[in-house]
């Protein structure tokens, strides 16, 4: 007899496998400069899965993921210079975003705003917190021993150290194994968390949330939680951010950021966790590239690409070569019984 | 000792502004009871429904359900105390599969593999086996409305309110919906609001008929057909 593979395991141990040897192999191959690059890919794609969860999976759209990828990069600078120790910044990096998102969930989805205001209040959220670090600058604003910096920010962060161990900081490979592990991790844990029960819950609400009411569901939690997990996600993709640079400044909280968050899950395809991790590649590659021109400003060439792909590519790459794959395929016998969760938007 | 009433709701009255859908309605459903709900577009049957399971908060009256107060109840809280619709538009989780949409209603209460057993008898039962893997926003109107009933049973409510089941279905459609409903009444109260009167005579035993937001007559559903007064509002008469 033998076990019927579906194919999103398939797709998922392919993509865990590609990970695992990308964490592995890179390190070897990229020089220094070239791996500190990939970990700034790693940190905008950790972001980029935070708005692929949060909108691809739980049909919340939110305008303000810079929000939390802000707080968790000045949560990780002043938790570092505090402690003199990254290993509690990082998971405070994690926690704090992800407590502040359900604080601010909780008004939103037990106020029972509509999807429109949660965009407009998430938009919102994040200019106030840009406007509100940029007036950090005089000596009475710190927390701690760390001056938060108004608009120049908090530079010479401590990097990433061994955990307990501050005087064992880690070079460009070990910040790449945490950066990519985490990356990695953070998919898996995605991915597992989608095909439980709860996963399906917040999917069906996505589909229809009336109908999840009329069947037992507490909507309203279900979306704070999903909300909290992505601000936490989001957060720690701010304290990679964070040690990467090895500063952090309101640019962090910058409308660009969450726009690129955005246009990432658009370009890899919404719903596919894999498809905005594409995606914040692609995206964060062309405006490395046109960094190094002064033809086109960076934030147009998103704008840009977000009209490109809404006209020709609207699913986004990865349901499109998907849809291409199977049409390919000789199509299979019809099955009786068929246990799949499909999970992609029609 | 006196029993106490499934559904028990006191002068309900519902306003959407100066409109009055629902007025002054007194209505009770026994254990076990199977009622039809009767009478013409606009007669406040719907939204007598989204005031039993939460979707909307009476302006006045109390509704309550075996004897907890939910008038003020939000739909989960109701749909938890046990209470299932199928609405008049299928309402239901397009972009996943048949089995999946009736396995989020299964897992409310039951977990792993005995939720998966109740969505595999659910759809056995309501031949809905055969096509558990197709996304139900690719199905016929039809087939929708079979997935929504589907996904009621999977909850395994004590109160099953059925608006409008056997619209849009052919004739042996409605035939099979009308021994579903007498087969499902067998453990559990149903209440169906439904304009067809052929359907209505397959199944009732009681019928309450709205008109202009009020309960115009209710009874045994021979004598409630046969009155004069049931047969004016829905030729669009003035009802006495």
């Known amino acids: 007899m033998t076990l019927p593979i579906s194919p999103r395991l398939i797709s998922f141990l392919v993509v865990t496998a590609l990970g695992l040897a990308a964490l592995l192999i890179m390190p070897m191959f990229l020089d220094s400069f070239s791996l500190l690059q990939a970990t700034l890919f790693v940190a905008v794609a950790i972001l980029a899965l935070s708005q692929a969860f949060l909108w691809g999976y739980a049909g919340i759209l939110s305008f303000g993921q810079a929000a939390f990828f802000g707080i968790g990069g000045y949560t990780y600078a002043v938790g570092v210079i505090n402690f003199g120790d990254s290993t509690g910044a990082i998971a405070l990096s994690m926690v704090i975003p992800a407590a502040v998102a359900a604080l601010l969930g909780y008004f939103m989805f037990y106020g029972r705003i ?16 840009y406007e509100l670090s940029n007036s950090t600058s005089g000596d009475q604003y710190r927390i701690g021993s760390a001056q938060l910096g108004g608009f120049n920010g908090m530079p010479g962060l401590a990097p990433f150290n061994l955990p307990g161990q501050p005087d064992q900081w880690l070079d460009e490979k070990g910040t790449w194994y945490v950066a990519m592990g985490a990356l990695l991790l953070i998919y898996i844990l995605l991915r597992g968390l989608l095909s439980t029960w709860f996963g399906r819950v917040v999917v069906a609400i996505r589909e229809n949330e009336t109908r999840a009411m009329l069947v037992g569901y507490d909507v309203r939690f279900y979306k704070l939680v999903a909300f909290s997990i992505s601000g936490g996600i989001a957060g720690l993709g701010g304290c990679i951010y964070a040690a990467w640079g090895g500063f952090v400044n309101p640019s962090v909280f910058a409308l660009s950021m969450s726009a690129q968050a955005i246009v990432s899950v658009l370009v890899g395809g919404i719903g596919t966790l894999v498809g905005a991790i594409a995606g914040a590649v692609i995206i964060q590659a062309l405006i490395n590239l046109s960094g190094t021109q002064s033809i086109i400003d960076p934030s147009l060439g998103i704008g840009i690409i977000l009209v490109v792909f809404v006209i020709l590519v609207p699913q986004g790459l990865l349901p499109s070569i998907s849809a291409l794959v199977s049409k390919l395929k000789p199509k299979p016998a019809p099955q009786r019984l068929g246990h799949e969760t499909q999970e992609v938007k029609p | 000792m006196t029993l106490v009433p499934l559904i028990d709701a006191k002068s309900i009255t519902m306003r959407f502004g100066g409109v009055t859908a629902v007025r002054n309605v007194n209505f009770t459903l026994a ?15 719907s939204t007598f429904f989204k005031i039993l399971t939460g979707q909307l908060h009476p302006t006045e009256g109390r509704v309550a359900f075996r004897g907890t107060d939910t008038t003020r109840a939000e739909p989960h809280e109701i749909a938890r105390l046990g209470v299932g619709i199928k609405t008049q538009v299928p309402n239901v989780f397009d972009g996943l599969t048949v089995f999946d949409n009736v396995l989020v209603a299964a897992q409310r209460k039951r977990t792993g593999p005995t939720a998966r057993k109740i969505v595999e008898e659910v759809l056995e039962r309501v031949r809905l086996t055969g096509i558990a893997s197709r996304l139900v926003g690719q199905l016929a109107h039809g087939q929708r409305q079979w997935v929504e009933i589907a996904t009621v049973l999977s909850q395994e409510p004590d109160l099953i309110l059925l608006d409008e089941p056997a619209a849009g279905m052919n004739n042996e459609e409605v035939r099979r919906t009308a021994e579903l409903i007498k087969e499902i009444n067998k453990t559990q109260a149903v209440i169906v609001v439904e304009h067809d009167m052929a359907f209505i005579r397959m199944i009732a035993k009681t019928v309450t008929v709205f008109a202009q937001g009020a309960v115009l007559v209710e009874g045994n559903v021979d004598a409630v057909l046969s009155d004069q007064r049931v047969r004016d509002v829905y030729l669009g008469r003035t009802a006495a």
Do not use: M
Not at chain 1, 114 to 129: F, K, N, Q, R, W
Not at chain 2, 31 to 37: D, K, P, Q
């Open chain 2, 31 to 45: 254990e076990s009871e199977l009622r039809c709900l009767i009478g013409p577009n606009g007669a406040g049957k």
């Open chain 1, 114 to 129: 509509s999807d429109a205001y949660v965009g407009v209040i998430t938009l919102t959220v994040t200019t106030i917190l």
